[in-house]
């Protein structure tokens, strides 16, 4: 119930973009595996081996810290709409954080709002399909923008502070280098 591609199709790219919600897992050679949903307009496939993802400012920072220490990457999608079908992605990530060189280059594919706080890019060395027929049949209706609201109520100056509080090691006390450049 399972095929194996080295890249992305066209068609699994179409499915990527319809999709509205994705996970991504990353876990650090040591402590805990993290698992995050994610959504809004954050994602991007640049090519059949790559994909770009910009990731917003919230409680943790567990995938930055893992990437530092293991570059492993996984993605995930799963049609709740239509027909059924699960989608992984596997791979090396690199962090792209505000100071960082490509930063410009990347907010030219996904602009950066308030609170964007670093991207990743996505090395895709495997990709798996399987059957997705036990997951529900849900009907979307909008995104939330609370977080947006957040992030801008407080400016770039807040969600830095924010940062420096809340952002700077893993759960399990990892660097995470969000502001090392």
Same mark, same amino acid.
């Given at each position: 119930?399972?095929?194996?591609?080295?890249?992305l199709?066209?068609?699994?790219a179409? !499915?990527?973009?319809?999709?509205?919600?994705?996970? %991504?897992?990353?876990? +650090?050679?040591d402590?805990r595996? =993290?698992? /995050?949903?994610?959504?809004?307009?954050?994602?991007?496939?640049?090519g059949?081996?790559?994909?770009?993802?910009?990731n917003l400012?919230?409680?943790g920072?567990?995938?930055?810290a893992?990437i530092?220490?293991?570059?492993r990457?996984?993605?995930?999608?799963?049609? !709740?709409?239509?027909?059924?079908?699960?989608?992984? %992605?596997?791979?090396? +990530?690199?962090?792209?954080?505000? =100071?960082? /060189?490509?930063?410009?280059?990347?907010?030219?594919?996904?602009?950066?709002?308030?609170?964007?706080?670093?991207?990743f890019?996505?090395?895709?060395d495997?990709?798996?399909?399987?059957c997705?027929?036990?997951v529900?049949?849900?009907?979307?209706?909008?995104?939330?923008d609370?977080l947006a609201?957040?992030?801008?109520?407080?400016?770039?100056?807040?969600v830095?502070?924010?940062?420096?509080?809340?952002?700077?090691t893993?759960?399990?006390?990892?660097p995470?280098?969000?502001?090392?450049?």
């Amino acid at each position: 119930m399972s095929d194996k591609y080295p890249a992305l199709s066209e068609d699994l790219a179409e !499915f990527i973009k319809r999709q509205h919600l994705f996970f %991504v897992a990353t876990a +650090a050679k040591d402590g805990r595996v =993290n698992l /995050s949903p994610k959504g809004q307009e954050s994602l991007r496939v640049l090519g059949p081996n790559e994909i770009l993802w910009q990731n917003l400012t919230g409680s943790g920072n567990e995938s930055a810290a893992h990437i530092l220490d293991t570059n492993r990457m996984t993605i995930m999608w799963c049609s !709740f709409e239509g027909l059924p079908r699960i989608l992984r %992605v596997y791979g090396q +990530a690199q962090t792209i954080h505000p =100071n960082h /060189s490509d930063w410009q280059s990347c907010v030219k594919h996904i602009p950066a709002p308030v609170g964007a706080r670093q991207y990743f890019k996505l090395k895709i060395d495997l990709v798996q399909t399987s059957c997705g027929y036990a997951v529900p049949l849900m009907e979307y209706q909008e995104d939330r923008d609370i977080l947006a609201q957040w992030s801008e109520k407080r400016g770039e100056d807040g969600v830095r502070k924010y940062w420096e509080e809340k952002n700077t090691t893993s759960i399990d006390g990892f660097p995470t280098g969000i502001l090392d450049q």
